[in-house]
């Protein structure tokens, strides 16, 4: 096992552990779908906040409940972005998605208690009460309408537009949509440190792009049993992507450009951020 393999199993382990230590089960629907829409995912926005703050002397202890709220706002959004109102999919991480399991109105609330829970987590995590507010406040931002959700309001709305995104307005749209959470998660570990945070930020900028390129990628090139999830939906739908832009191996050649941006950007740890580095190589070269 690779570090990188290592290091991502362990942070699935450390973030599920965090999630379900705090949500409440009482018998209920709710609790169930919520441990669904989190289980069996990469755990890669926990990784990043678990390794940054290894990079920055932070005890994997103290970032977890950090870890697990990031992975809690990634998990509400895919629950909400798989309903019928949006991307209507059958299938996430090669489950049943949370509205085919149970129904829409538990995806809805299981999705809206996720995002409760992840401000919930960063409360409970044993750091000063400043570091909480800002945590807090720029994953607030970095989820809300200026970011994720304002992405996924521009992909609704480029469904409906005229004409396709070029790709300009294409990579606005995914740096909100996917690169916004993937850099809060990034910057994590140096915040909990009262560190220099570019560097990080730089780094998490340009892997969310890649990751979102290697998804367009998987859309075309993709097997569905492997991904787990549906594929081809995006040129069904004749949807602008970095792949219709760019052409398949122009977008590739761009991601992994991307890549080379992420890497450099960590230049200044050394080789303590090797494992970092791998990360965002296994991003582009990932079948699922």
């Excluded at 199993?9 to 829409?37: C, N, Q, S």
Aim: aromatic letters at 4%.
């Amino acid at each position: 096992m690779t570090d990188l393999t290592h290091a991502l199993a362990a942070a699935a382990v450390t973030v599920e552990g965090a999630i379900r230590g705090a949500v409440k089960f009482d018998g209920g629907d709710i609790p169930l779908a919520m441990m669904h829409a989190v289980q069996g995912g990469k755990a890669l926005r926990g990784f990043l906040v678990l390794e940054g703050a290894r990079l920055h002397g932070v005890d994997p202890e103290t970032a977890a409940p950090i870890a697990g709220a990031i992975e809690a706002i990634h998990g509400y959004s895919l629950v909400h972005d798989d309903l019928p109102c949006m991307d209507d999919d059958d299938l996430r991480r090669g489950q049943p998605t949370v509205h085919r399991k149970w129904d829409e109105a538990t995806a809805v609330l299981a999705g809206d208690a996720l995002q409760s829970l992840a401000f919930e987590l960063i409360m409970l995590a044993d750091v000063p009460d400043r570091t909480k507010v800002l945590l807090a406040h720029t994953l607030a931002s970095r989820a809300g309408a200026d970011g994720m959700v304002g992405g996924q309001a521009m992909d609704m709305a480029a469904e409906r537009a005229d004409a396709p995104l070029d790709l300009a307005k294409i990579e606005v749209l995914q740096s909100k949509k996917t690169g916004a959470l993937i850099e809060w998660a990034a910057a994590a570990g140096p915040r909990l440190a009262n560190a220099d945070e570019t560097p990080m930020c730089s780094y998490g900028r340009a892997l969310g792009l890649a990751f979102q390129i290697a998804d367009d990628v998987l859309d075309i090139e993709g097997d569905a049993a492997e991904v787990g999830k549906a594929v081809g939906k995006d040129a069904a739908a004749g949807k602008a992507t970095f792949v219709s832009l760019l052409g398949l191996q122009g977008a590739k050649n761009r991601a992994a450009e991307l890549v080379a941006e992420a890497c450099d950007a960590l230049s200044g740890y050394g080789d303590d951020a090797e494992t970092l580095k791998d990360a965002a190589r296994f991003v582009i070269a990932r079948r699922k």
